[in-house]
């Protein structure tokens, strides 16, 4: 197993969830490692992505900017999702994707490693 979710859980409107992503792929320090999310009925989305280049290079869909922050360790081949303000629509599967040398793609296609996800599910 290559990468590996966690960190999901339930939360009411307006909380916080960290989401975790350990990798065991190597080096972790070449690929561009983002989180995806899929909820019931709906394609998988793009949610944000870390270069591998430079760990302040980041990107964000316009849905979660300004309330979620990717970050990674590359000490510890780990990369997490801090989501604040949660929603309703931030309920789904999210997924860690892993793209070795990647530009921060937001198309699924381009991501070459996968984990198996973790829900995430905001209620009222």
């Known amino acids: 197993v290559q990468l590996v979710e966690s960190g999901g859980g339930l939360v009411q409107t307006g909380g916080s969830l960290r989401l975790s992503c350990a990798a065991s792929?190597?080096?972790?320090?070449?690929?561009?490692m983002a989180w995806f999310r899929q909820a019931v009925g709906k394609e998988r989305e793009f949610v944000a992505a870390?270069?591998?280049?430079?760990?302040?290079?980041?990107n964000y869909s316009n849905l979660v900017k300004g309330r979620f922050t990717i970050s990674r360790d590359n000490a510890r081949n780990t990369v997490d999702l801090q989501m604040n303000s949660l929603k309703l629509d931030d309920t789904a599967i999210y997924y860690c994707?892993?793209?070795?040398?990647?530009?921060?793609?937001?198309?699924?296609?381009?991501?070459?490693?996968w984990g198996q996800g973790t829900q995430v599910t905001v209620s009222s």
């Open positions: 792929i190597r080096p972790f320090s070449t690929y561009t």
């Open positions: 870390v270069r591998y280049s430079n760990e302040n290079m980041t």
């Open positions: 994707a892993a793209d070795e040398y990647g530009l921060g793609s937001v198309l699924t296609q381009m991501y070459e490693v």
